[in-house]
């Protein structure tokens, strides 16, 4: 008799040894570290969990080259738990080659690596068969499955019958194994446990209500990367084929982007605007996420004065563990005493509001300029950038005439 319950923890995409080039050397080696430590995190919740199954569905490693004390932190983490069975089949980023590091990992009884020989392992004890082609390149423009290896599967399909690819299935035109939903209905997969996008963590069911599940990335890398990120245990009841997922959060590395309107929170005095600002901030997020936060604040809004980055950066820098700033906020005009100013901003302004309210004046411009065919509309909508560029050029004393 099979067991009746299968427990299934899968994970995809650690891009363990990631560049992380925007830190500096030392934040780099700290989140590099992070990055192991949410490996042994899983670890840890296989345990926990007393999982039947690790799956590990490509991108381990974020690079072919790997360095031996890397490769023997992740083969001496893969011992810690002897009993749990290691499914792994390498990604575009980790590829099996024939002199690849995945060689060391034979010598580990539980772990189990699909490459070009191997497609599928099965469990007897389970009643479950895992499938899987293992990328062998950087890339793959089909399918990476052949006719063969179906002949192959329609002969030896199980109970449950369970894919664990390195893929796309959510763009046919992908350089990275696309693999289509009719593809998979096909076949009929009971389960499809996929790596390589990361931003996805809910279940997609094909037309045949066949569970496909990215894990996304175990931690984010990027600014495009943002939000919660981890590991999704997968419980399936051998007898009515019933499958529940919960997702589980690790909280070794954060990415997050912030937008904040500071229109509202202006004050005459620079330093009394920062603290505005950085109290919003401080009260918006929760700053104790995780071990490592990465933030990303764009400030956007109108104002009359130019934000003091460096001081606001400088104040809010030790809430985390990173953070950058980008100002993206517009510089607001009293256009009425602009008007009477005696200065570039003043001519500037008296310019433009004349090309506004006399169309032939801004006719004859355009011709001068050889641009009679463009319309009114459009110049208009130059002025007004050019006349915005200017303001901004004289705020940041940057000379016009340069270029
Ligand atoms: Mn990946």
Redo the contacts with the bound molecule.
């Keep these: 008799m099979p067991k009746e319950k299968i427990k299934i923890l899968h994970s995809?995409?650690f891009?363990l040894g990631s560049p992380f080039k925007f830190l500096d050397s030392a934040k780099r080696k700290t989140v590099q570290e992070a990055q192991f430590n949410s490996f042994y995190e899983i670890i840890k919740i296989a345990k926990k969990y007393s999982v039947d199954f690790l799956i590990i569905a490509?991108?381990l490693f974020d690079s072919v080259q790997v360095d031996n004390l890397s490769l023997q932190r992740v083969f001496d983490g893969f011992q810690t738990i002897p009993d749990i069975k290691i499914i792994i089949n390498p990604?575009?980023?980790d590829y099996w080659h024939i002199n690849s590091y995945w060689n060391k990992f034979e010598e580990l009884k539980n772990v189990y690596l699909f490459d070009p020989e191997t497609l599928y392992f099965e469990f007897p004890e389970w009643n479950i068969t895992f499938w899987g082609k293992a990328f062998t390149g950087q890339s793959a423009l089909y399918n990476l499955w052949k006719d063969a290896d179906e002949l192959v599967y329609a002969k030896k399909r199980n109970h449950l019958n369970v894919l664990v690819q390195?893929g796309d299935i959510l763009n046919h035109e992908s350089h990275y194994n696309p693999i289509s939903i009719d593809w998979i209905d096909k076949l009929g997969f009971d389960l499809v446990q996929l790596?390589?996008i990361?931003n996805i963590i809910e279940p997609y069911y094909t037309s045949r209500k066949i569970p496909c599940l990215y894990n996304g990335?175990v931690q984010g890398r990027d600014f495009d990367e943002t939000g919660k990120k981890g590991a999704q245990l997968i419980e399936i009841d051998n007898n009515s084929n019933k499958i529940s997922m919960t997702f589980l959060p690790i909280y070794q590395i954060y990415f997050d982007q912030i937008q904040l309107d500071v229109s509202n929170l202006e004050q005459e005095d620079n330093i009394r605007f920062n603290e505005n600002i950085m109290q919003k901030i401080l009260s918006d997020i929760n700053i104790k996420t995780a071990k490592l936060n990465l933030y990303q604040l764009i400030l956007i809004g109108n104002v009359s004065k130019k934000i003091n980055l460096n001081l606001l950066t400088k104040k809010l820098e030790p809430y985390f563990f990173y953070l950058e700033i980008q100002d993206q906020t517009k510089i607001k005009f009293n256009y009425k005493e602009l008007l009477q100013e005696h200065s570039l901003r003043g001519d500037v302004s008296r310019y433009a509001k004349k090309l506004a309210v006399q169309p032939d004046l801004l006719s004859q411009v355009l011709d001068d300029l050889g641009m009679e065919n463009l319309p009114l509309k459009d110049a208009m909508r130059m002025i007004e950038q050019a006349y915005y560029y200017t303001m901004q050029a004289e705020e940041q004393d940057i000379d016009i005439y340069e270029n």
């Design positions: 995809a995409d891009h490509g991108d990604g575009n980023h390195h790596g390589h990361h990335c």
